[in-house]
């Protein structure tokens, strides 16, 4: 959490910054690192061109590249404005996705919040009905960190944030997976000294490569964020079918959790699976290999195409035309490129940590009392007035 927090913080002060000057005038976030060799490259080139058509070397050069341009910039544009449009597609789709997931978790807390009946009279099984109610409403957050964690290929087990939201008998399960099961990097074998066993058992050491089989490095499993929906479904279940003691209405046994209510949960469930296979379908579907190579080789074809089409025009003018042309295509090319994968850490990804820390913040709220909770006001309940229920008697 402590993580999440700085980079939050950083951030924002970035984006406060950057606030202060106008867009043209920024340099972080832009496609500037990514666009610099091409730039640097082609700046070169033209420079060329004009000591060449400066010597008389290549005088008939222009006619050639004027008609090879033309075509070459209509082509160019079309693919260019198909991949940019492609990657913001996937990006806003990207940003859907979690508004969904805000949209899921605020439902599924706030309803089993107030939907749950009153306490038991036995203190001792109150005491047990709270600790299930708190850690069902913990594992629907530790479900939003898990699901960021799992699209940035990172192991949610590694956050403190996360950690402390599992029920304990659940981290220990995870604590307690076997070292074979695991599997580890090579630089994660070379640096402990405690995988020495590991690499003199034949056994384990098969286990030791760097696949995608078996338990992650600290035990947890390869899809943290499915194991996390079969835990809420099993407490669900498990709220639906049992009894318990219970003060007031409806009688003196009430079920933990209505039909309707637990129908209802189900169905959030489902569109929590549904975005986590529609956030996948995004982060393991890159841009084909096939496209992003020629739309590379059409660029360099293109801003190669200029200079000698531009140089008896514009003389020593023709490099900083090549430099902006260069920065033009390949900078939109680039922006395309970060876009494609919004699930990452760079500026221009989604800030997944702000989403997530904001479920956080509002189950803070919900489930929280005093200044844990925020505003005096979440600690309220509006309910009907005294008088209603009176008169609703007395009719």
Known sequence: MQADLQRLQARAKRELASSKRPLFLQTRGSVWSSTRIPIVAFTIYGFLIYLLNKANLAPNVGRGASSLSSVLAMITGLMISYRSGSSSDRWHEGRRIFASLTSSTRFLLTTLTLSLPPPSSNAEERLRQKESVDDLLSLIVAYAYAFKHHLRDADPLSDPAFTALLPKKLLYSFQTTPIPQRTFSAEALDDSENFTRILNDKQAAAKTTPSKVGATKLGGPRNMPLLLLRQIQSILNDFHTTLAPSRGSPGSETVLLETPTWANCLG????????????????????????????????????????????????????????????TFFGVDSAAAQLSDPFGWQDNDLPTDKFVQGIHNEYLEIVGSGQQSGSSANDEMMTLPESVGEKSKGQ
């Open 268 to 327: 959030v469930l489902k569109e929590m699976t549904d975005q986590l296979s529609q956030a996948e379908r995004i982060r393991d579907t890159p841009i084909p290999l096939a496209l992003g190579i020629h739309v590379q080789q059409m660029l360099v074809l293109y801003c190669v195409s200029i200079p000698p089409q531009l140089v008896e025009i514009l003389g020593l003018w023709v490099v900083p035309v090549s430099a902006v042309v260069a920065w």
